[in-house]
């Protein structure tokens, strides 16, 4: 510890033999050395403390000279020119932030732990002026959130407005979602996307700006005053207008969210809301002539989780809640878990014998049964049919097998049989030998593996630009073209080929009225998969979505003729608005550019006769009704396609009738910016930060759930969410990506070694380091005025860390006294003697039953004690005919007649 090297104990006794005398006079000389040493160097630098050990001193030394870069310890205080007291270091609390958030540990705890490391590494506690107090650092964290606050709003102004090369303008979104947390009361998260502000390459000009690393920034997981849509939408203003830059607010491109009709109406209200803020602001909102509509992208995530869920109802039927006796495969699923979770060591134990000389091998593993059909169920269906498959030397699978074992011993080794589990195994034991249970559970593993994980895959994936995911919003038509609909139009045509374990396990079956039954409900399950898909998939193929649809190499060109041909002909417009841009539209320079083009569009008119049948389909839903029709030209409008510097682009390809381009291409985005930039970058532009789908707010909900604690405040869990998921995520996923490089691609999981841990912690510690660079003190001066005042420590203690529940709290009671005003428009209040007069009649049970007492207890004797049953499990002899005597009287029974009988003849004696 103190740099010394070892000696042997033979120079050891020597140096405990010194006697006292010389070794008086070497202390001496060590304590003259160390006054020799401190007098020699200047000032107070590199003096040795007067109880210091000469040998630490001087490893100390050698440390600090000879390793680059390592020091003992650093000032973690400055003194403030404002007031010239200490004050934590702004990079030095980002550092504590991160321990903090990252390892969930408590404020009131930090500090003890601290000096617990400081006996660690420097051998001692920290001094005072080594460690901030509690309060310092809970005021701190505010700080910090206002800083990244403004960083986040330098990025946004470079990001977002009309910032492409041509001008179109880039929009940010939002995504909500609502839950339930500790207290029942409801949760209503908020995420928006940003951009991080770092470039990979300084040579990118302006033609990548949506190319860049897109974020996730939580704005909050707070409640919203009320639970409907209007209620979330005032609590959307209230965190975007904290949040948001009043120069990025107009560009709110729209929403992502779940397929419930209140969530699209809460992006509505917000955008609602938005619009008139800007208008009582003076802020120019409107885009291109328009005012504008909200973007609303519905989760396709959500969409994939209905259509597995409605086929695998229809095949297998649904699940009856709080019956745990039924015969179904998901029951199946629920009683496994049950049974192995009570004891999984003893439960894989029986496994392994029953396997022991097989050469085989299963390790269970269970979950619990979802009742909405996540890809959980599915992937635990297929492990229990791998289950099944395994045969042992005495004909049984291992499923059959374990369950008879679980029941002999009542499901656990010690103690008492457990009846439940008794029972339940043995109704897996019946179960595993259901031809019906078999199929059904060969339906869920293949409604995940063949359909739920090709499309969880795709939208897990990083779009072709980005290089995080969940904005592959441009590419989910390929998605939907390419896969989904074929997918299950094909499986109604082939079912089996498309479900071929399912059909293999069908086509086994002996009784044919069985196997008739079970192909039809594979049809109908097809055919209400397909129903789900169509149904929740509508508002891809309407305005503002359909556009997504122009890159498509077939149908793309397809759609733009028949667009062409309804602002023609169907739109009933004054002018030729959609196409030629009026004087006031103008945004900026690039519309005035002469740009040289073909003249002309694709034929829309099919003046030959001819109007294939693909385009006619495209033209009945794109004019089902005139609202649809309304919706397509306002569109159109809004993202800017009416505009002279993408015509003629737009004109090229709606002449495209044989494609150009593969349709089943790896990068579709990057072959149609290649031949079609500007429009590409019209498209972008509205879409590229847009989620494509809600996966981030669950996510949300899930840290919430494991960090928010009653007595936490609402405004340090939304900067601790806010923390994990738009800084940690990049330094976690860096940290990820070293051992993905080094991982053997054949093989399908590998654990990371020891050695990779420890690089990635280093590598933690110098991501730390790294961030921690933009907080200096000078960032304080570049602040805004007012933002320089809200920083400040005595303004963020004044305004107290609780102010977000203060702010729910008067919100909360405004409300409360609204609806009460309203409600006593339409009712009166109670009164005071028509409720004593309905108090007066009443009575307490107690009270009513208080003259029948004795009534109930003999009924309570003769439900317990005066029964056979009793009789039998007392002894013959003295203690039986005490029993009889005590219990008789109460039930009217004479004594007379049983004296002299034995306690056998008294058992057989009838009406005893």
């Given at each position: ?18 006697p ?29 403390g ?9 490893n ?16 973690i205080?400055?003194i ?8 934590l ?59 990244d ?5 330098l ?14 303008a880039?929009?940010?979104?939002l995504?909500?979602?609502d ?21 990979d ?45 009043r ?56 969409i994939?989780?209905?259509a ?24 199946l699923?629920?009683?496994i ?7 999984p ?11 022991a ?11 619990r ?28 699978n ?22 439940w ?15 019906a ?7 869920e ?6 359909y ?25 038509p ?5 896969f ?25 079956l002996?009784d044919?009225?069985?196997k008739?039954?079970k ?38 060109p ?26 006031d539209?103008?945004?900026n ?8 083009r ?19 389909v495209?033209y ?18 809004q993202l ?7 015509r ?19 990068h ?8 079609f ?6 498209l ?7 989620a ?6 669950e996510?949300l ?9 009653e ?7 939304a ?24 991982a053997?691609?054949?093989k ?9 841990r420890?690089e ?11 961030s ?6 000078s ?17 963020i203690a ?12 008067e ?21 005071l ?19 029948d ?5 003999m ?27 005590n ?26």
């Amino acid at each position: 510890m103190l740099g010394g090297t070892a000696i042997s104990i033979a120079e050891f006794d020597a140096i405990k033999g010194i006697p006292k005398s010389i070794l008086g006079r070497k202390i001496k000389n060590f304590v003259d050395l160390k006054e020799h040493i401190n007098s020699g160097l200047p000032g107070d630098l590199f003096h040795i403390g007067k109880n210091q050990l000469v040998l630490e001193y001087v490893n100390h030394g050698l440390r600090y000279t000879k390793t680059s870069g390592e020091c003992l310890s650093q000032e973690i205080h400055f003194i403030s020119k404002h007031n010239n007291q200490k004050e934590l270091r702004l990079d030095c609390a980002h550092m504590i932030r991160h321990i903090i958030i990252c390892y969930d540990i408590s404020l009131s705890k930090f500090a003890g732990l601290l000096n617990c490391f400081g006996c660690l590494l420097f051998g001692r506690p920290l001094r005072d002026d080594e460690f901030p107090s509690t309060s310092t650092i809970r005021l701190h964290i505010p700080r910090l959130t206002t800083i990244d606050r403004y960083f986040a709003a330098l990025v946004d102004k470079e990001t977002f407005g009309y910032t492409t090369k041509h001008g179109f303008a880039v929009l940010w979104y939002l995504i909500t979602d609502d839950t339930v947390h500790l207290s029942k009361r409801k949760h209503h998260g908020v995420i928006r996307t940003g951009r991080y502000g770092e470039d990979d390459d300084d040579d990118s000009n302006d033609t990548d700006i949506m190319e860049r690393q897109p974020r996730f920034i939580t704005l909050t997981s707070s409640s919203a005053v009320g639970t409907d849509a209007e209620a979330n939408a005032n609590l959307n203003m209230k965190v975007m207008l904290e949040e948001i830059h009043r120069d990025v607010l107009p560009f709110l491109g729209g929403g992502t969210v779940d397929g419930a009709g209140s969530a699209r109406k809460e992006i509505i209200d917000t955008m609602v809301k938005l619009i008139s803020y800007c208008e009582e602001n003076e802020i120019d909102y409107i885009r291109y002539g328009v005012v504008p509509r909200p973007i609303i992208i519905q989760d396709f995530f959500h969409i994939d989780n209905v259509a597995i869920n409605g086929a695998s109802v229809i095949f297998s039927g649904d699940s009856e809640r709080g019956n745990s006796r039924q015969f179904h495969p998901l029951q199946l699923c629920q009683s496994i878990h049950d049974v192995h979770s009570v004891d999984p060591v003893a439960s894989q134990n029986i496994i392994n014998k029953l396997l022991a000389g097989t050469g085989k091998t299963y390790k269970l593993k269970t979950n619990r049964e979802r009742p909405q059909r996540w890809r959980v169920n599915g992937l635990f269906a297929l492990r229990i049919i791998e289950m099944m498959g395994i045969t042992l030397v005495n004909g049984n699978n291992l499923l059959t097998s374990w369950a008879i074992e679980m029941h002999l011993i009542g499901g656990k080794v010690a103690g008492v049989d457990c009846q439940w589990m008794k029972q339940t195994a043995s109704e897996i034991a019946v179960m595993s030998q259901s031809a019906a249970i078999k199929i059904s559970l060969a339906f869920e593993a293949e409604l995940v593996s063949n359909y739920f994980d090709i499309t969880n895959a795709d939208h897990a994936r990083k779009g072709e630009f980005q290089s995080r995911s969940g904005f592959v919003t441009m590419g989910l038509p390929f998605l939907l073209l390419n896969f989904v609909v074929p997918f299950w139009r094909g499986a109604k045509d082939k079912p089996k080929e498309y479900f071929p374990r399912t059909g293999a396990l069908i086509d086994e079956l002996e009784d044919e009225e069985l196997k008739k039954l079970k192909m039809e409900q594979l049809e109908a399950a097809i055919e209400c998969g397909l129903e789900k898909v169509s149904k929740n998939t509508e508002q891809f193929f309407k305005a503002p979505l359909i556009f997504l649809l122009l890159p498509h190499p077939v149908e793309g060109p397809r759609i733009l003729r028949m667009m062409v041909r309804i602002f023609k002909w169907d739109s009933d417009l004054d002018s030729d608005s959609p196409f030629d841009v009026d004087d006031d539209y103008i945004e900026n320079e690039h519309d005035h550019v002469d740009i040289e083009r073909e003249e002309g569009w694709g034929d829309w008119k099919h003046s030959n006769g001819t109007w294939p049948k693909e385009e006619k389909v495209w033209y009945d839903i794109l004019s089902s009704d005139k609202e649809t029709i309304a919706d397509l030209v306002h569109y159109w409008q809004q993202l800017g396609l009416q505009r002279n510097c993408v015509r003629a682009e737009l004109m090229k390809l709606s002449k495209i009738v044989v494609p150009t381009r593969d349709p089943y291409s790896k990068h579709p985005l990057k072959d149609f910016k290649e031949e079609f930039p500007i429009i590409y970058e019209a498209l972008s532009a509205p879409f590229c930060f847009s989620a494509s789908n809600s996966r981030i707010v669950e996510m949300l909900h899930s840290f919430a759930r494991q960090c928010v604690r009653e007595q936490t405040p609402i405004e340090f869990l939304a900067a601790k969410m806010r923390y994990l998921i738009d800084n940690e995520y990049q330094n976690r996923k860096d940290r990820r990506d070293v051992f993905k490089e080094r991982a053997d691609p054949t093989k399908r999981r590998q654990k990371a070694k020891h050695l990779d841990r420890k690089e990635t912690q280093q590598m933690e510690g110098e991501q730390l380091m790294n961030s921690s660079m933009k907080y200096s003190q000078s960032i304080l001066e570049e602040l805004p005025d007012e933002l320089k005042e809200e920083c400040k420590i005595r303004n963020i203690a004044n305004r107290g860390v609780r102010n977000a529940e203060k702010e729910y709290e008067e919100a909360t009671n405004q409300a409360w006294e609204e609806k009460r005003t309203k409600k006593l428009q339409r009712t009166s209040l109670l009164t005071l003697d028509a409720i004593t007069a309905e108090a007066n009649k009443l009575k307490t049970n107690h009270d009513i039953q208080w003259q029948d007492r004795e009534a109930r207890k003999m009924n309570e004797v003769t439900k317990t004690v005066a029964t056979k049953t009793h009789f039998n499990k007392v002894k013959a002899g003295d203690q039986f005919y005490d029993e009889v005597i005590n219990v008789l009287p109460h039930i009217g029974k004479s004594l007379d007649e049983l004296k002299k009988m034995n306690k056998t003849a008294m058992m057989k004696k009838g009406g005893v």
